[in-house]
Nanobody, 118 residues
Framework: QVQVVESGGGLVQAGDSLRLSCAFF????????MGWFRQAPGKERELVAQ???????SEADSVKGRFTLSRDNAKNTVYLQRNSLKPEDTAVYYC????????????WGQGTQVTVSS
């Protein structure tokens, strides 16, 4: 059974940088696509960025150029580096895992709150 655990959230000021980490447990990490999602108050959850097992990434337009996703297969960990944070980046950030053989993210973390003050 897959388990993912996020860390690194907190309260920051606009313009600051913050890195989120996601640790993966339970299966072969290289067999999974990893994604970061976020959900702001009153809004639907959205995909922020995802990274394939081979390291190819894609990001939402709203974060392109500011957020960078990477993975360390030796440590079974994914990192979301977020620069130039804006108040609209305030949300609960969730890490999720998707088996490369499927289309859906089935394994989710508990989420970590990120608050960006203006």
């Amino acid at each position: 059974q897959v388990q993912v655990v996020e860390s690194g959230g907190g309260l920051v000021q606009a313009g600051d940088s913050l890195r989120l980490s996601c640790a993966f447990f339970g299966r072969t990490f290289s067999m999974y696509v990893m994604g970061w999602f976020r959900q702001a108050p009153g809004k639907e959850r959205e995909l922020v960025a995802q990274i394939t097992s081979g390291g190819s990434t894609s990001e939402a337009d709203s974060v392109k150029g500011r957020f960078t996703l990477s993975r360390d297969n030796a440590k079974n960990t994914v990192y979301l580096q977020r620069n130039s944070l804006k108040p609209e980046d305030t949300a609960v950030y969730y890490c999720a895992a998707r088996d490369t053989r499927t289309e859906n993210y089935d394994d989710w973390g508990q989420g970590t709150q990120v608050t960006v003050s203006s």
